[in-house]
């Protein structure tokens, strides 16, 4: 069987109201990183943070994360472009990975390209209540198609993320262009508790992102639920083909104890054996990628 790719997503904007143990600072990450790596994972998504665990953006932030990182181990690295928090002109969202690319001892091996627009209010079911009802988080298509004519410019590979079956044909129709190359790599990103806008991350959401998979690309697959419990639907995942993008930075899993992000990683890793699914290690990802040798 094709080996298993494991995304650790450690942080994004996750608080620690639930889950003490979301990294925040530079070694944080790093030491978190080297943990993910020993428990499976090959890949590192990040969000930077202020020590009050605001959203950073700034290229220097970033630059200290990364060179942290690979001063301890060999993960490759997924930053973020910033999301909502870095939505000022969301066609500069990708500055930071431009100036990050300039030094190759700061270069992200991947750079994530939402492939589309989309409502990112919150939806309390208890209270009834919607917050965050203006916020859009925009991705014009002319924004995408200069984003991933810089990527190809630098070499680095996106990683084309799908909250729902548009985003899906528009992923496709940026391959056919020519626009991004493959074998691609695509993110089922699916939404659960007060995030609404994604399929939901149950099998038949995943199904329907599935239906809209086209047979005739070269394509790796991989799924998160952001505000939900992946581990629950990974042996679904892991049977049919895909790769996982899990960690506490997407949910605390708090009915687990609140575990830090390797002991998720360790847990999906586990799901991966006992399904007979070997796990890729960092040489594995890069050549099922077709990531550029050392």
């Known amino acids: 069987m094709t080996p298993l790719i494991i995304e650790a997503r450690i942080n994004e904007y996750a608080m620690r109201d639930i889950n003490p143990h ?3 600072t530079a070694d944080e990450i790093a030491e978190t990183a080297v943990r993910c790596r020993e428990a499976g994972a090959s890949i590192l998504h ?7 665990g605001g959203p950073e953006n700034a290229v220097e932030a970033n630059a200290e994360i990364i060179a942290k990182v690979r001063a301890r181990c060999d993960i490759l690295i997924h930053p973020t472009l910033g999301f909502v928090a870095n939505d000022a002109d969301p ?6 990975i431009i100036a990050l690319a300039a030094d190759p001892a700061t270069k992200p091996d991947f750079a994530p390209l ?3 627009s989309a ?3 919150l939806y309390d079911p208890v209270t009834r209540r919607f917050s965050h009802a203006d916020r859009i988080y925009e991705n014009r298509t002319d924004t995408l198609i200069a984003h991933a004519g810089e990527l190809k410019r630098l070499g680095i590979k996106p990683i084309l993320v799908s909250w729902a079956v548009g985003f899906t044909r528009r992923a496709f129709a940026l391959v056919d262009a020519g626009l991004v190359g493959e074998p691609v790599y695509l993110l089922f990103h699916m939404t659960d508790g007060v995030f609404l806008t994604g399929h939901p991350g149950t099998e038949a959401g995943l199904d329907a992102h599935l239906a809209f998979l086209p047979s005739d690309r070269s394509v790796h697959w991989t799924a998160n639920v952001l505000g939900g419990n992946l581990l629950a639907l990974a042996d679904t995942i892991i049977r ?3 790769n996982l993008s ?6 605390p899993y708090g009915e687990l104890g609140a575990p830090p992000n390797e002991d998720v990683i360790r847990r999906a890793a586990g799901i991966a054996h ?5 796990v890729a290690d960092v040489a594995e990802t890069k050549r099922l990628l077709r990531l550029a040798a050392d």
């Open 246 to 251: 899990i960690g506490i930075g997407d949910y």
């Open 240 to 242: 049919r083909g895909g």
């Open 119 to 121: 409502n990112v209010e």
């Open 274 to 278: 006992a399904a007979g699914r070997p």
């Open 22 to 24: 979301v990294p925040w």
């Open 46 to 52: 990040y969000h930077a943070r202020r020590p009050d």
């Open 114 to 116: 939402d492939t589309g």
């Open 91 to 96: 066609a500069s969202r990708i500055d930071t």
